[in-house]
């Protein structure tokens, strides 16, 4: 089993920055990836940002030049540095690992709320 600690989320103006972080302990042999999700009210949950292998990363189109996803593998860490926030950012953010360990696992946090607005 894999826990996941989310921290970082809150309340900022447009155009401010956050950064969420994410930390995994418990069996972390074998993390494959680890990536952050949102979820608005009324919307489907999204893939925003994920790192692959600790060196591949993939964005959204909607994030791309103002979020970077980060990891310390020596923490088992992984950090959402969020740019020049826009109120349409507001959602849920949710961590997740893929841990490929005698197949495929998906753990996810318990979800930070992060708001954009003045």
């Known amino acids: 089993q894999v826990q996941l600690v989310e921290s970082g989320g809150g309340l900022v103006q447009p155009g401010g920055s956050l950064r969420l972080s994410c930390a995994a302990s418990?069996?972390?042999?074998?993390?494959?990836?680890m990536g952050w999700y949102r979820q608005a009210p009324g919307k489907q949950r999204e893939l925003v940002a994920v790192?692959?292998?600790?060196?591949?990363?993939n964005y959204a189109d909607s994030v791309k030049g103002r979020f970077t996803i980060s990891r310390d593998n020596a923490k088992n860490t992984v950090y959402l540095q969020m740019n020049s926030l826009k109120p349409e950012d507001t959602a849920v953010y949710y961590c997740?690992?893929?841990?490929?360990?005698?197949?495929?696992?998906?753990?996810w946090g318990q979800g930070t709320q992060v708001t954009v607005s003045s």
């Open positions: 997740n690992v893929i841990q490929i360990y005698s197949g495929r696992t998906d753990y």
């Open positions: 790192i692959i292998s600790g060196v591949s990363t």
């Open positions: 418990g069996n972390v042999f074998g993390i494959y990836a």
